[in-house]
Each structure stands twice: as C-alpha cells, then as structure tokens.
C-alpha cells in the first residue's frame, strides 16, 4: 500500500521558517517526480514545488522562487520543503504528492498524502 506522510506544519509568524518533510512507502519511487502543492481555504490547490528522482531536476512555482527549497533523498524515499520568509498568504494545508513525469497540474499525480497545516501569522 503506497503513502505518502507529511510532517513539520505548524504555526510560525511572518519572516519565519518551516521544514515540510514527506515520507514516502509502499512501491519502488526511483523514477518519479515528488511536488508539494498546497490549498488555502476557499482557494485551488496550487502547485509548489517539484523535484524528479529520475534526474534530480527541481522546479518551482511563483509563490515558491527564491524563498523555498525542495530537496530529496532517492534512497530513504524523503522529499523535504525548506520555506524561508513565510507570508499571511503562504498559510495552507500542504500537500505532497508523486507522480510522473514533472508537472505542474494535480491531475499529473497519482499518490498524495493527507497535507499539514502551515499558518503564518502577521
């Protein structure tokens, strides 16, 4: 059985940090992409950030340029989200997911996990 299991939300004031970590178990992973997408209420959910096991190739959202970090690690199948300077509006249940190959759209992967909550007050 595939899961994919998040930790490390919480709540952080506006400038802080938070290291998102998912754990992923159940099939071989080695040649697909890990994103973290997140939702706000009332909103789509909104990719994040993506990197491919297959080549370690990563790639970013908007939101997400020059302020988080996605990184991997192939043989303990973790992916970790590094988010520096958070904002009122980064608040959202994150997501992580897996798929291949690299896109930016939910419907490109097949596995998610439950999300945690990140709240950043101002």
């Known amino acids: 059985q595939v899961q994919l299991v998040e930790s490390g939300g919480g709540v952080v004031q506006a400038g802080g940090s938070l290291r998102l970590s998912c754990a992923a178990s159940g099939r071989t992973f080695s040649s697909f992409t890990m994103a973290w997408f997140r939702q706000a209420l009332g909103k789509e959910r909104e990719f994040v950030a993506a990197?491919?096991?297959?080549?370690?190739?990563?790639y970013y959202g908007d939101s997400a340029k020059g302020r988080f970090t996605i990184s991997g690690d192939n043989a303990k199948n973790t992916v970790t989200l590094q988010m520096n300077s958070l904002k009122p509006e980064d608040t959202a249940v994150y997501y992580c997911?897996?798929?291949?190959?690299?896109?930016?759209?939910?419907?490109?992967?097949?596995?998610w996990g439950q999300g945690t909550q990140v709240t950043v007050s101002s």
């Open positions: 997911a897996a798929g291949r190959p690299m896109t930016i759209t939910p419907l490109g992967y097949d596995y």
């Open positions: 990197i491919s096991w297959a080549d370690d190739s990563t």
